[in-house]
């Protein structure tokens, strides 16, 4: 038989042995920003904050010019942006899964296609109306939305009703064992 190998003073003090991660393990591909980073002034901040924002003050505006029938000329442009955007957030807050431009890309085109299945419905069953058709839009977005903001709480919901059920019938085989 062999004698085991002496470590040598850096290999017995690395945690390596007793299961830790090395170095190696540890590393990451992508660079995590910053708070500094994040908060820098210049070209290299970060724009997505004040783009949402001001795509949300647009579609806001556009619902708010079409629901109101004005006579303003920015009405058309702007109310379709709310066609297009209020399906594609609903849509895309249910793809967090997905990378941002597959999420981004996925979300439009289901935003097309419900605002191109409500027209057809509505079409088809002879109750088209510009008004409808946007009232239409902004509830299925906003049930869309609910449903994806209300999942946690049906998991939670879940969780609970199966810890009570596993009270419930670990308490009856008790009683039943018991008479």
């Known amino acids: 038989m062999t004698p085991p190998v002496r470590l040598r003073d850096i290999e017995a003090r690395h945690p390596t ?3 830790a991660k090395s170095a ?3 590393i990451r591909l992508t660079p995590s920003s910053t708070a500094d980073e994040r908060a820098r002034p210049g070209p290299g901040r970060d724009l997505r904050p004040l783009l949402a924002g001001a795509a949300t003050a647009v579609a806001g505006t556009g619902a708010l010019l079409a629901f109101t029938d004005s ?3 920015s009405r058309g442009p702007f109310a379709l942006f709310y066609l297009l955007a209020a399906p594609a957030v609903a849509i895309g807050a249910a793809l967090r899964g997905l990378d941002p431009f597959a999420r981004v890309l996925t979300a439009l085109a289901g935003a097309v296609a419900l605002d ?4 057809q419905g509505m079409l088809a069953t002879h109750h088209w109306t510009w008004r409808g058709g946007l009232v239409a839009v902004t509830t299925i977005s906003l049930f869309l939305l609910l449903l994806v903001l209300l999942r946690p709480v049906e998991r939670i919901l879940e969780r609970i009703s199966r810890n009570t059920r596993k009270t419930s019938s670990s308490c009856g085989t008790r009683s ?3 008479s």
């Open 71 to 73: 006579g303003a000329s």
């Open 17 to 19: 042995p007793w299961g």
């Open 176 to 178: 039943a064992k018991v």
């Open 116 to 119: 191109m299945l409500v027209a």
């Open 24 to 26: 190696m393990q540890t």
